[in-house]
């Protein structure tokens, strides 16, 4: 039988799946989280502050009555929120994927750090992620489930080699952020290698959402309320971005379509906007050695190694 077409806008029945959303209070998490949630799934919300979480969490409800969420408080800047987050997801039920979204799109101009001492951007955006992936390797491998790492299509333009993590001699806001983007790029497929390497059932993915914008998306109560000049900046830039609705459209699939195997970039079509589809690797992460480096980097950064082995036998 021919395969059905995948239709973002009609999702299959994801009743009995669980996912978890990093910074699901916004945009695209948002957006990931109500289509999971109005195809059946029971999704976990995640944000680091509770007023917007719960906001946001209040409006999916009001959109979608029946949808089965709970809300979870993780700020991925914090390692200790991200060890008792995970603590806390280890004693729930299953838990079906991850979409690791989180993340700074708007960077200071001048290096922050963390209350740890970490660059706040490649903290906030890649760290936390892969030291929370960490946490749930366990969990994931007994569903047999799946990672979802946010890429950028800005690696492409602008190749930053992450050989200084943190930023510390040449630290610019578009450098910290294209950096942080091509680390969560290369954690990414890397694990997905460590992964087969050890025999674990999680697949890991990376996705892009093309170029989404505030002012193209549904204004919504607490999670998308754009000023009168952001709607009209954005709108001029209508021919080469979408909504952040739309945006979301290749952060679910790649989460959710069984015919995605770990290891592949996804995308829309057009590069900045448009339908899901399977994406080129870009140049910087196709050197395995720098894919190596950067989890090694990240794994001193973080102090923090994944359980492969209790993860191969979890099942
Ligand atoms: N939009 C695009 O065109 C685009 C393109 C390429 C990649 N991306 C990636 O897609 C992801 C989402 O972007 P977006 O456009 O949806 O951005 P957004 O509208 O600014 O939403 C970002 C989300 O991340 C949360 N967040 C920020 N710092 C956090 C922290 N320390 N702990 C937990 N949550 C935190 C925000 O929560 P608060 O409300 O608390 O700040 C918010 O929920 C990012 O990883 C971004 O790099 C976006």
């Excluded at 025999?199 to 892009?208: F, R, T």
Aim: with cysteine; aromatic share 6%; glycine share 10%.
């Amino acid at each position: 039988m021919a395969r059905r077409r995948w239709d973002p806008e009609s999702l299959p029945d994801l009743s009995g799946q669980s996912y978890l959303v990093t910074g699901s209070n916004a945009g695209l998490g948002y957006f990931a989280s109500e289509q999971l949630a109005r195809a059946g799934a029971h999704v976990i919300m995640s944000g680091r502050n509770p007023k917007r979480l719960s906001a946001a969490r209040a409006t999916l409800a009001g959109r979608v009555p029946d949808a089965d969420i709970e809300s979870l408080i993780i700020d991925t800047a914090k390692q200790g929120s991200i060890r008792s987050a995970a603590a806390s997801l280890r004693t729930r039920g299953p838990l079906d994927g991850v979409l690791l979204n989180a993340g700074i799109v708007h960077p200071p101009r001048r290096r922050e750090t963390t209350s740890e001492g970490a660059e706040v951007v490649v903290a906030t955006n890649a760290l936390g992620h892969f030291a929370l992936a960490g946490e749930l390797l366990v969990p994931l491998a007994r569903s047999g489930g799946r990672m979802v790492w946010l890429g950028s299509m800005s690696i492409s333009l602008t190749p930053y080699d992450p050989v200084d993590l943190q930023l510390t001699e040449e630290y610019s806001g578009w450098r910290a952020y294209v950096q942080s983007k091509v680390v969560t790029t290369a954690l990414g497929l890397e694990a997905d290698r460590r992964l087969r390497e050890h025999g674990v059932p999680v697949d890991s993915v990376v996705v892009h959402p093309g170029y989404s914008t505030s002012g193209r998306t549904p204004g919504l109560h607490g999670v998308n309320q754009p000023s009168k000049i952001t709607r009209f900046v954005d709108n001029l830039q209508t021919p080469f971005t979408q909504s952040k609705e739309h945006g979301a459209w290749p952060l679910v699939r790649a989460l959710v379509d069984p015919s995605i195997s770990g290891g592949q970039i996804w995308g829309p079509r057009y590069i900045v906007k448009g339908d899901p589809r399977r994406s080129r690797l870009p140049r910087i992460v196709r050197d395995p050695e720098r894919l190596a480096r950067i989890w090694e980097a990240c794994e001193a950064a973080t102090r923090t190694r994944w359980p492969f082995g209790a993860a191969s036998v979890a099942r």
